[in-house]
């Protein structure tokens, strides 16, 4: 399934979710369902702004943006990031307020079960959203996906809760709980956050698809062939790596050509979606940078 397609579901499902939590928070007057309502509300409106960030993301290559538009994407991460952190002041602020002036609750039975089905239907489109996040390298699609698991638990968190309050009576849990869950999703809104920063920031591959990038070329490495300065940086969707290949300074352009022709699409074959570049030197040439070089 599609990204879009995926994150049009997630809309759906956030609409759906706000309806039966907003619904349940009218009926039991409860500032923890209130809480996880809001939780809800930043579902949608990151799905929304997630859709418009993956559209702009897979517009191909132009003038002004020779490497693509994929880092869009890391804009949604961090936006839905910034949307948590508001939602989790405005629950704090409002079971502050009814920690002091605690009141009744009121059908909680039709309120519980309400969360209950809408935390199915987040559990359901969560897991497919990460699973498609993997297999497409969305960032977007997985700070959706994990905005969805959070609010999932956190509807767990608020129904046990409330079971509680049914149970013993004690009206200041309602409150304590809301908290709790704000607290939560604050963690979880800056990592979203974080995790925005370090992609915009040019982060290198994740290890397992380095660890492919150094086998495959370990394979083309020989006494007479040597690679180094293997730089990777990741962009959203596109992986990028950027690399000397060292060889005999008696073999023709030709032949170096087709070599490196050779190791660029043995490296994207391993790699789906790394573009290679590869620039050649003789053997007895080196080039000097600040960093460190990092040899096969």
């Given amino acids: 399934m599609q990204v879009q397609t995926l994150l049009k579901l997630s809309v759906v499902a956030a609409v759906a979710t706000i309806a039966m939590k907003t619904t349940a928070w009218w009926i039991t007057d409860s500032v923890g369902l ?3 309502a809001m939780e809800s509300f930043v579902n949608l409106a990151s799905a929304l702004f997630a859709i418009l960030m993956v559209t702009i993301a897979q517009r191909p290559a132009d003038d002004d943006h020779p490497f693509g538009h994929s880092k869009a994407e890391y804009f949604s991460s961090g936006f839905e990031g910034l949307l948590i952190v508001a939602a989790a002041a405005g629950i704090i602020w409002a079971a502050v307020q009814r920690l002091f002036h605690p009141q009744a609750l009121q059908a909680l039975g039709w309120g519980l079960a309400l969360a209950v089905l809408s935390s199915m239907l987040n559990a359901a489109l969560a897991r497919r959203m990460m699973a498609a996040s993997i297999e497409h390298r969305s960032i977007a699609l997985e700070a959706d996906a994990r905005h969805l698991y959070t609010d999932v638990w956190t509807s767990a968190g608020v129904v046990i809760g409330l079971g509680l309050v049914q149970m013993t009576g004690w009206l200041w849990l309602d409150p304590l709980l809301a908290i709790g869950v704000a ?5 979880e809104g800056a990592r979203l956050a974080w995790r925005s920063v370090e992609g915009l920031m ?6 397992a698809e380095r660890s492919k990038i150094d086998l495959t070329l370990a394979q083309f490495a020989h006494g007479a062939i040597r690679f180094d300065h293997i730089n990777t940086r990741r962009a959203g969707r596109r992986l990028f790596v950027d690399m000397h290949m060292h060889m005999p300074s008696n073999w023709s352009l030709g032949r170096a050509a087709a070599l490196r022709k050779s190791v660029e699409q043995a490296l994207m074959s391993e790699v789906p979606g790394l573009r290679a570049s590869i620039q050649l030197l003789p053997m007895n040439v080196e080039a000097h940078f600040d960093d460190a070089a990092d040899s096969l």
Avoid: F, T, Y
């Avoid at 040019?202 to 290890?207: H, L």
């Fill in 202 to 207: 040019d982060a290198a591959v994740e290890p």
């Fill in 183 to 187: 607290l939560n999703i604050l963690r």
């Fill in 34 to 36: 209130l809480s996880d």
